[in-house]
């Protein structure tokens, strides 16, 4: 008897939850998966450079994102939007024309193993860099975007 009260409890949650599911993919995105145009690129210190950050950054920090199948489904999709929202607003290489300080920033984050997120690679996983692949990206970037000391240098 009451495992049988258990057994309707849970089919009672269960279609509670998928109905729950299925109301939030009525929720309206306001993010843009169109892609804008690109404004300009960086002068890469090398082709390796550039396809180190197209491998592992550009969905984040460019407008040449590619959004995964996932990504069209919440709750989802409300992170992945969040993520790449957040990664384009602090440096994005595909809008060249507006002021772009973070590359020494960028190198950091990636020497130190915090970019890309753990999530990303979890999800991504030929964005995981090795050693190797890492240490040359880091000095690639300094090399393309120069360090903050330079830019005050040059001005």
Not at 24 to 48: C, T, V
Not at 53 to 75: I, L, M, Q, R
Request: hydrophobic share 35%.
């Amino acid at each position: 008897m009451i495992k049988q009260q258990y057994r309707q409890y849970l089919k009672i949650v269960l279609a509670v939850l998928f109905a729950g599911f299925v109301a939030i993919q009525l929720i309206p995105s306001s993010f843009s998966r169109s892609s804008q145009p690109a404004s300009g690129e960086p002068k890469w210190d090398s082709p390796e450079t550039r396809a180190i950050f197209f491998k592992a950054c550009a969905d984040c920090h460019s407008n040449e994102t590619k959004f995964p199948w996932y990504a069209g489904v919440a709750p989802v999709s409300w992170l992945v939007e969040n993520d790449v929202g957040d990664g384009k607003k602090h440096f994005n290489i595909s809008e060249w024309d507006r002021s772009q300080r973070g590359g020494e920033k960028a190198a950091e984050e990636v020497r130190k193993g915090s970019m890309p997120i753990g999530l990303y690679l979890l999800m991504h996983p030929a964005a995981n860099l090795n050693a190797q692949e890492k240490k040359a990206f880091v000095q690639g970037l300094l090399k393309t975007f120069g360090t903050d000391e330079n830019k005050e240098e040059k001005e």
